[in-house]
């Protein structure tokens, strides 16, 4: 998942999205919101993308030669990532199929092919996260708290943490998710603060419990929630306030 | 396991130079005497005789026994087994990424009548250029035989259930819908499947053929509209369907009057010949109101149902380029700097 806070994000991600997808092989899902999509936002030009697409690992002649033969699933440079043949392109085909298959994409029953497969499938996830954007992070220095924020929430963190240090002389660092799987910054960030507060507009924390999923319990132990859910977008004093009230001071609503 | 059969032996080329050894693919793991073993030989001979390159076709299905069928012809063609029901949208995209493909898309009754039916809409207003098969054998096989939508009023299962819904007739759908190259036929009729086959291999749109393929394990008892007996007794051929490529130097006798020609784009004739009652294949509802008449009377008509060779496909609508999208290089695929800088100013 790449997620854009900006609709300049969503230009950027939009080309990213195609160049991981191919990498990848995988399905990439650009977590465009509907107050993103559907309203009218200011931005700076679009620039002009400078780097060419990545086709991904594609076969060709030469490669074909180096490896002798070719298996559609077959894991030569340990990064979970096999190469791909296309229609036509004057190299081996396989049949894609639903059904298990062993490395040379041929039908299988067997068990440690079926393993096999699906622990190539957890190391390109690994590579993956060497891939996907990294977050935006702004540390502060000697401050108790942190606070994550990923999407068009975004906007109403940043005033947030204003609010925080005039109204009550909080400081707070900030990290901004920009994909999934989470990169090394995010768990280094979560050590360096006391109190983490990890900001998103759905009932369940739905990132945290992301988070809490893939990451350490000892890292987790420290990271709260604050929520809102009531179908309008989300604002700083929401934010404000759900923080000072888990911090044990008192809000501007009291 | 069953086996499918090689065409005769003999060290017999094509036009290209291959044999027919090289149209085969691997064992079939449907059960022995299923209708849809019979289809993959009879496209193993139709690709054979018609000097199809393998390296050139793409094989698409989607879920259920029919969709099973790719593995066993066809080994070194690619092929992909998309999800139940959305082999139409798979197929749209790798036809419009490489227009040089010839995709032949494998469903079933319940593939294409139920979970698909949308995506069956659309491929067939669009006239994507597709070999698309239906291997219709009235139940859910490879669930273990639950009434798919084509299944007959009245028709019975082996438990004794009674099908109380009325059938979609897909060959009806489809003429309906547009499409420009209609017809039914039976598993078990090697002669007409092979010369249908030829015949939607040469057609520059989308050939929908609905074959009637039993389930010998699950739908094949008295009491079924699609057994094996059932269908041998109730099928109505609308005539001798014979199919001569542009290729081949054929001629062909026939009386004028009784045979209808279609000259396909390619320059292939198809002859139907001693077309029953003055059938016109060429006229769309007079091809709906003989289904609707046959479907009353309980019995299927088989043949070229309907067709237009004429029909522009999704290829020339869209107006691609000739050469593969997938195959062009980048400096023809990105936009120039101008043409984002001219987007932006608009944006303003």
């Known amino acids: 998942m790449l997620i854009p806070a900006s609709v300049g994000e969503v230009y950027e991600m939009a080309i990213a999205a195609f160049d991981l997808a191919e990498r990848l092989q995988t399905p990439v899902f650009v977590m465009s919101d509907l107050d993103l999509a559907m309203n009218t936002w200011m931005s700076d030009p679009f620039p002009y993308p400078e780097k060419e697409p990545d086709r991904g690992k594609l076969l060709d002649e030469a490669t074909l030669k180096r490896l002798g033969s070719f298996g559609r699933y077959r894991d030569v440079d340990g990064d979970g990532i096999p190469y791909r043949t296309i229609l036509m392109d004057g190299l081996p085909g396989y049949f894609c199929r639903g059904s298990g298959h062993d490395p040379e994409a041929h039908y299988t029953e067997r068990p440690d092919d079926y393993v096999e497969n699906v622990d190539r499938l957890a190391r390109k996830f690994e590579t993956a996260k060497t891939l996907v954007p990294a977050p935006e992070v702004i540390d502060e220095p000697g401050a108790d708290i942190g606070i994550v924020a990923y999407g068009t929430s975004h906007f109403a963190a940043l005033e947030s943490r204003d609010q925080l240090r005039r109204e009550a002389g909080i400081q707070a660092g900030y990290l901004r998710l920009r994909a999934y799987p989470f990169t090394s910054p995010l768990e280094g960030f979560l050590s360096r603060y006391k109190r983490v507060y990890v900001v998103e507009q759905n009932r369940d924390g739905q990132m945290r419990a992301l988070m809490r999923l893939d990451l350490p319990p000892e890292q987790m132990v420290r990271v709260r929630s604050v929520r809102h859910y009531d179908g309008l977008p989300i604002d700083a004093r929401t934010i404000t306030d759900a923080i000072l009230e888990q911090e044990g001071k008192t809000g501007a609503r009291g | ?348």
């Open chain 2, 1 to 348: 396991m069953a086996t499918t059969e090689a065409p005769a032996p003999g060290k017999k080329v094509n036009r290209i130079g291959l044999e027919p050894l090289a149209y085969k693919g691997g064992k079939s793991t449907l059960c022995a005497g299923c209708g849809h073993n019979a289809i993959s030989e009879r496209l193993i001979e139709a690709f054979f005789e018609m000097g199809v390159e393998p390296s050139q076709v793409a094989k698409l299905s989607g879920i259920g026994c029919s969709s099973k069928s790719p593995a066993y012809f066809l080994g070194t063609s690619h092929g992909f087994n998309a999800v139940h029901g959305r082999m139409p949208s798979v197929g749209t995209g790798a036809v419009l990424a490489n227009r040089k493909i010839i995709a032949v898309g494998i469903s079933g009754d319940g593939d294409t009548g139920a979970i698909g039916i949308g995506q069956f809409v659309h491929l067939m207003r669009r006239n994507l250029p597709i070999l698309y098969i239906v291997e219709d054998n009235g139940c859910y096989g490879l669930t273990k035989g639950q009434f798919s939508p084509t299944a007959d009023l009245g028709s019975r299962l082996k438990t004794g259930v009674v099908n109380d819904l009325p059938p979609i007739d897909t060959c009806a759908l489809a003429i309906e819908l547009g499409a420009s190259f209609v017809a039914r036929s039976f598993s078990g009729d090697k002669k007409q499947l092979l010369a249908i086959l030829k015949a939607a291999l040469s057609h520059r749109g989308t050939a929908m053929i609905d074959v009637l393929s039993p389930c010998v394990t699950f739908n094949d008892h008295e009491g079924s509209t699609k057994s094996y007996s059932y269908v041998k007794d109730h099928d109505e051929p609308l005539g001798e369907v014979s199919f001569v490529p542009f290729f081949d130097d054929i001629t062909v006798d026939y009386e004028p009057g009784s045979t209808t020609t279609v000259t396909m784009h390619d320059g292939s004739k198809l002859y139907l010949k001693k077309v029953a009652e003055n059938y016109d294949p060429t006229h769309r509802a007079q091809a709906l109101r003989l289904l609707r008449d046959t479907a009353e009377r309980g019995v299927y008509a088989t043949g070229i149902l309907f067709v237009d060779s004429d029909r522009p496909n999704f290829v020339d609508l869209l107006n691609l380029v000739d050469e593969p999208l997938s195959m062009l290089p980048t400096e023809r695929t990105r936009p120039s700097r101008e043409a984002l800088a001219t987007i932006i100013e608009r944006l303003r």
